[in-house]
């Protein structure tokens, strides 16, 4: 059986609750809202996989998981992104840079080409949280003047023990995600 899988951090219940307050602050927004449920920061998108591919990703996530010790990463604004699309598509939390986390992604990119013939993004590595996905068509119908700023500092601290090997399953309400292991650091 094949499933959409991709590698990722869970946020602390807490956080959720505080990203779902942040998002009612643009209740107008032409966008698709992501649940509180779904909220995480993805480290690699995997796409479709058969059992024996999860099995490999499950080993390659132990792997790397052993090489790092529990960390912290912060989160610090809500814009559009990314950067330089316009429109902008996606309404996110960036995160700081964060040497235990570019080291983590590295890690598991180098891991993941070497075991089931993943391919690295080539972008650098921006941490972020998807909050929504704009509806473009929706969006650009809107004067600019009517288009709200969105552009808030902010300041999260998320502790990181662990990450997951999570199945997206698409449905009609939006995508659900599910945690296939989490592997421990």
């Given at each position: 059986?094949?499933?959409?899988v991709?590698?990722?951090?869970?946020?602390?219940?807490e956080?959720?609750?505080k990203?779902?307050?942040i998002?009612?602050?643009?209740?107008t927004?032409?966008?698709?809202?992501v649940?509180?449920?779904?909220?995480?920061?993805?480290?690699?998108?995997l796409?479709?996989?058969?059992?024996?591919?999860?099995?490999?990703?499950i080993?390659?996530?132990?792997?790397?998981?052993?090489n790092?010790?529990?960390?912290?990463?912060?989160?610090?604004?809500?814009?559009?992104?990314?950067?330089?699309?316009?429109?902008?598509?996606l309404?996110?939390?960036e995160?700081?840079?964060?040497?235990e986390?570019?080291g983590?992604?590295?890690?598991?990119?180098?891991?993941?080409?070497?075991?089931i013939?993943?391919?690295?993004?080539k972008?650098?590595?921006?941490?972020?949280?998807?909050?929504a996905?704009?509806?473009?068509?929706?969006?650009?119908?809107?004067?600019?003047?009517?288009?709200?700023?969105?552009?808030?500092?902010?300041?999260?601290e998320?502790?990181?023990?662990s990450?997951?090997?999570?199945?997206?399953?698409?449905?009609?309400?939006?995508?659900?995600?599910?945690?296939i292991e989490?592997?421990?650091?």
């Amino acid at each position: 059986m094949v499933k959409r899988v991709f590698i990722a951090i869970n946020l602390p219940q807490e956080t959720k609750q505080k990203l779902s307050a942040i998002q009612r602050k643009w209740p107008t927004l032409p966008c698709r809202w992501v649940g509180s449920e779904n909220l995480h920061l993805t480290l690699a998108f995997l796409g479709n996989l058969n059992e024996k591919e999860i099995s490999k990703v499950i080993g390659v996530a132990q792997e790397a998981g052993k090489n790092i010790q529990p960390f912290s990463f912060s989160l610090s604004k809500v814009c559009c992104g990314p950067g330089k699309k316009m429109p902008s598509r996606l309404v996110w939390i960036e995160g700081e840079k964060s040497k235990e986390l570019a080291g983590l992604k590295k890690d598991l990119d180098g891991l993941l080409a070497e075991k089931i013939s993943y391919k690295p993004d080539k972008r650098d590595f921006l941490s972020h949280i998807t909050l929504a996905r704009i509806k473009t068509f929706n969006w650009k119908r809107l004067e600019p003047e009517q288009r709200p700023e969105i552009d808030l500092e902010v300041s999260f601290e998320i502790p990181v023990n662990s990450i997951e090997i999570m199945e997206s399953q698409l449905k009609r309400t939006g995508a659900e995600y599910l945690v296939i292991e989490s592997v421990n650091l």
